[in-house]
């Protein structure tokens, strides 16, 4: 498990390099967690050493997306109330009729099996595909608490402001802790990996919008849902790398190139930061649907 010890208030776990960063917030109230990661045991025991560590009882959930790499870990909060947008709700719901549903879990887990060369190319290890695989305590249950738009929890000086954006998912939020100036943006934002421009392809502009809508915060750590947390400068540089992408592509589809040229273009390959990811097939999808929504 690696541990990023943010602010005085705010600690980050990585628990498998294949689930999502996990949060820690110490507030007045008592602790509040931001998702799960894929490992049931493992988020259990970072929920307990932080328990530990601050000497406080945990009070509650948040979930920034119904995905599985978030969300798999929920059994170990099942006793306090778990929050999400209305969208995230919906979409828990839907994929316990659907996919979840009798031996759902067990084949998601199973498939993470077949991607064993796509993970290679994120540097993730054959053992920890099996940690994730091996897992048979996986229970997920509708979140309690839900909200459309915005929601503000805690105290006056520990104020939580859950906000849907809507990019990397429809149904994807960010948390923002002013006290902190920290930002939680879930899969909204990646470090270190390539530019993510993935998601529904109806959620694109969301998703430069809500880049913008972080500018006018006061933030100065960034905790994105993958990887180490990052300065907000980084988020700048990103946010105009996006800028800059979609007025390329949208300026060579009016010039009628094809889509297979444009994903070529040098100018679409300077990435805003180092990238580890040694697959580039993802941004070349992400290229080709933003090809088609412009
Ligand atoms: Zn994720």
């Known amino acids: 498990m690696e541990i990023f010890n943010v602010t005085k208030n705010i600690v980050v776990a990585n628990t498998s390099n294949i689930g999502s960063n996990i949060v820690c917030v110490n507030t007045t109230d008592g602790l509040i967690f ?78 993470y099996s077949e991607f064993k060369e796509y993970f290679a190319n994120m540097g993730i290890s054959e053992d ?26 805690g ?69 994105p849902g993958h990887g180490s947390p990052i300065d907000f400068e980084y988020v700048t540089n990103a946010r105009k790398f996006v800028e800059k992408t979609f007025k390329i592509v949208r300026e060579l589809k009016e010039k009628n190139v094809k889509v297979d040229e444009v994903i070529k273009d040098k100018r679409l390959k300077e990435y805003y930061g180092k990238s580890n990811w040694k697959d580039p097939s993802w941004w070349k999808e992400s290229l080709k649907a933003l090809y088609q929504i412009l």
């Not at 119904?66 to 870990?73: E, N, R």
């Not at 099996?130 to 503000?152: C, G, Y």
């Not at 000086?157 to 920290?182: C, F, M, Q, R």
């Open 128 to 153: 920890e595909i099996a940690e994730v695989v091996n897992q048979t305590d996986i229970v997920v249950e509708i979140p309690q608490k839900d909200f459309t738009k915005e929601l503000a929890i």
């Open 155 to 223: 105290t006056k000086e520990n104020k939580i402001i859950i906000t849907i954006s809507g990019g990397h998912s429809l149904d994807s939020a960010t948390v923002y802790l002013p006290s902190e100036k920290v930002l939680i943006t879930g899969d909204e934002f990646y470090h270190s990996q390539v530019p993510l421009l993935a998601g529904a392809p109806e959620s694109h502009e969301n998703w430069l919008k809500a880049l913008k809508s972080w500018e006018k915060l006061d933030v100065d750590i960034v905790i």
């Open 34 to 111: 931001v998702d799960t990661g894929l490992i049931v045991e493992e988020v259990k025991k970072f929920r307990q050493d932080m328990e530990k560590k601050f000497g406080k009882k945990t009070i509650s959930l948040i979930l920034t997306h119904a995905h599985q790499d978030h969300i798999f870990g929920m059994k170990s909060f099942f006793d306090v109330p778990i929050i999400a947008t209305q969208k995230c709700k919906e979409k828990i719901k839907e994929r316990l009729a659907t996919d979840f549903a009798g031996d759902g879990i067990r084949k998601i887990l199973n498939n």
